[in-house]
């Protein structure tokens, strides 16, 4: 006897199962190191994947191809899988770089700071997960696409750059509810406890920034990781005062949490009067630019989240993933408590 779609004794099709990160990337720890440009490169990546989690190295702008290629090639010797994050105010500049990373066969690729554009078909024709990193409505929108696989909630607690317009529970809350999507927590967290929540609330993985940078395996120097560790609960400032002194074309939308200093107490909250000095006083750039080269962490950057305060200092990422995964007995804990 034969059945015509929708008659009752037809099978009706199931709706696609929802991407498990865990079954496609292997990573046995929900720890993703975020991609941070100038901290995270290839000895982080393999570090965190051998400890369990998910290794990403960030590709900042002004990269060689070199560079490229001898950090992937690290990032590979853990045998795990691994990733990257790409900018995407650079990537509409050219899209060499991400030809280029590629070509090195990532798990994952991560594009943040604006819309994907044609970097999302590139990767994804590449067999290669596309996430992208959102910070409010406008942004989950956009990542709400086919083209895009994962989202990455990004709250604005978090260290580095971003945007300050929503914070992490909230986002991460309404990007649930409106996705089946894979979802990464980002934003705020820095130990088990901040693991277990995000991963209560109903994400694959938690996203950590400002630990990791203070780690042994960081590209930070000595004297920010230092900074970071020593840092409290309200060292922080949001500003974009750092990039329009050094002349980075940042988009205006996306600013950067870093630790106060003796330049943010200055300039943070005068980033007009800033702009204005700027055009007769190119020794604000100058010095700047000297503080970074020399770690003056009085002048220089310091881009850390408000989760800086938990961070220790001499750490390993090992011993950071191995510590993040306490996250299990909270949920055991809480689990007994309200069942």
Known sequence: MSTFPGSPSETPSRPPR????????????????????????????AAVGTAGGLGMIGIGSGVTPDWISRQAAVARTSGRAWGAGLMAWVLEESLEPLELLLAERPSLVCVSFGDPGPAAAMIRQAGVLCAMQVGNA???????????????????????????????????QKTLASTGKPVIAAGGIADSRGVAAVLSAGAQAAWIGTRFAASTESLSHERVKAAIAGAGLDDTIFTRAFDIAQRIPWPEEFGGRALRNAFSDRWGTHEEALTTALGGDPSITEAVNAARREADVSTAPVYAGQSAALSGGSESAAEIVADLAGFRTHLLAAADRWR
């Open 18 to 45: 929802p991407l498990d990160l865990l079954s496609r990337l292997g990573f046995s720890e929900p720890i993703v190191n975020a991609p941070m440009a100038g901290a995270a490169g290839g000895a982080l990546a």
């Open 138 to 172: 406008a942004d989950l929108e956009r990542a709400l696409e086919p083209d895009v696989d994962v989202v990455v909630c990004r709250g604005g607690e978090g260290g580095g750059h971003g945007r300050n317009d929503v914070a992490t529970l909230p986002l991460l």
